[in-house]
């Protein structure tokens, strides 16, 4: 089934929004026991930041599990090094995923394939806002692991994902990194029935893929788009007509935060737009979660793509 | 109130069986005067509330209630068989008010999906708008929503009268069997697809028209029913409406001769 959920306060500035999402994304729990994710994104800092990981929770740990994740850790570190970049931060939220800061100047795309050139290794996020938290369980457990609700932001989207069309593992959970751009990142509620087309489509032009998930495709597609030259409301409004299939999804980017529905309006988005913030979810009871007062909420039609900027 | 939440904190807890809300005690929580009744639904589960309300109207003989704070939870208000008035004071979630028969219910904001779903007889008015598939499967008895809609609303009904006062998104009318949806703004693509029988008055601009939907005759049958149910609601002046119906080619073969269900759609 899945949840989704976005939310982008209208004075720019930081607020609780690790707390706010996981209230939101755990009111949603009965959508999606499987996994949650977070896009969490702070005022663009100088440094970028990568979340990666090196391992699944669920990997069956072998004899050299700590080893190997020792040493592919310290392959990515010198890796970043070797690309020019400058290492000013590593946090170990948990054995298998980390968060490096650094300054660099370079391409992210560079980084991003020379990190994920490592054993297992895949870029959850890179950029200098946005950070992508992901694991399997319920928000309250994923925040309590990443220390979520220390969190301070501008914006943010979450996922609680009920697996259907691939495995339940942090590859297949959402919210995916529109790789390689900076800061860019989508949740996605439904089935997209033409992703083996796209999937051919977009890998022969040289996009890679992490997972199985019918999802990652809106990601890539959107970053297709914007390396032609898109703006990201002009992609999601092309989106409409290329994808296939029943699909709410809310895509995200350093200052804006938008959402599109397909053609039949199959799954749920309520929209409340109040003076101080724009939140939305697959449920009120979502968006009840941080607002504990009646508000007004509608529910947009059929091929709407609505955008909001910070 | 649920086992480990706090007072107004929204949690969802689970038994060692991976069940939501287990617990099935009454709150008994009701400031009863008479006939009436009040609760204040902020700290309880969906399955409390339901409780209580079956306990108020089914064991104390309550005609009429209350309910504060209903927070936009789930099937709040479904399966209740009786004559009645309820007040919700706030929003409800999906499925609300489903399977009612006899009730007359006010809510005072806005309902989620499936709102009133196989609803049998009874009134249901909803001041604020309305999630996609309000009515699905409507069997009798009145919707009135004051606000919009979203898509397939009335899919499948089977009776009854749904009332829009604004807009209706896709699919309106969806394989549509009997009664009526007056349609105050405009609708979305697809009205009436499919429809069996039943008749659709629209105000607004329709988008297009589903299979078999085709436009209707007007007759002093349909200015009655549309006066009498805007002068029920207090709806004001009824506006200029264009009634659809089903055009009787997608379904009906069972009444043709062989020959002729080759010429259907």
Known sequence: MCGIAGLIYRDGAEHDVGLDMTRMLQSMKHRGPDSTGYALYRKPGDDYVMRYKLADANDARDYEFADRLERHRREVEARLVTLGATIEEVDFDTEYAFRVRFSYGGALKDVADFVEDVPDAEVLSLGRALEIVKDLGDAETVSGQYHLEKVKGTHAIGHVRMATESDVDISGAHPYWAYPFSDTAVVHNGQLTNYFMWRRRLERSGHRFQSECDSEIIAVYLAEKMAGGMELEDAMHASLDDLDGVFTYIAVTESALGVAKDEMAAKPLVLYEGDDMVALASEEIAIRAIIDHEIETYDPYEREVLVWKR | ?265
């Not at chain 2, 939501?20 to 609760?39: Q, R, T």
């Not at chain 2, 779903?117 to 919707?143: F, K, P, Q, Y």
Request: with cysteine; hydrophobic share 35%.
């Open chain 2, 1 to 265: 109130m649920p086992e480990g939440a706090l007072v107004g904190e929204r949690r969802i807890t689970y038994d060692a069986r991976g069940l939501a809300e287990p617990s099935a005690e009454i709150p008994k929580i009701s400031e009863i005067d008479g006939v009436k009744a009040v609760f204040d639904a902020k700290s309880l589960s969906t399955r409390q509330i339901n409780l209580e309300l079956r306990w108020l109207l089914n064991e104390q003989g309550i005609k009429e209630v209350t309910v504060e704070n209903p927070g936009s939870k789930h099937s709040i208000g479904v399966g209740i068989l009786t004559r009645c008035k309820i007040r919700f004071k706030g929003s409800l979630g999906y499925f609300g008010c489903g399977l009612i028969d006899g009730p007359e219910i006010q809510i005072d904001g806005r309902v989620g999906w499936s709102a009133c779903e196989n609803m049998m007889s009874g009134v249901v008015i909803v001041e604020s708008n309305a999630g996609s598939l309000t009515g699905a499967a409507l069997r009798g008895g009145d919707i009135v929503v004051k606000g919009r809609v979203g898509a397939r609303t009335g899919i499948d009904q089977k009776g009854g009268t749904i009332i829009v006062m604004g807009s209706a998104g896709s699919m309106t009318g969806f394989m549509m069997q009997r009664g009526r949806q007056i349609l105050c703004g405009d609708v979305g693509p697809g009205l009436g697809d499919s429809m069996y029988d039943g008749t659709i008055y629209v105000a607004g601009q329709v988008k297009s028209l589903g299979i078999d939907c085709v436009p209707g005759e007007w007759t002093d049958a349909d200015t009655e029913l549309i006066e009498r149910k805007f002068a029920i609601y207090g709806l004001g002046t009824p506006p200029e409406l264009q009634k659809f119906v089903c055009g009787k080619k997608l379904y009906n073969y069972d009444t043709l001769e062989p020959s002729e269900r080759k010429l259907v759609l």
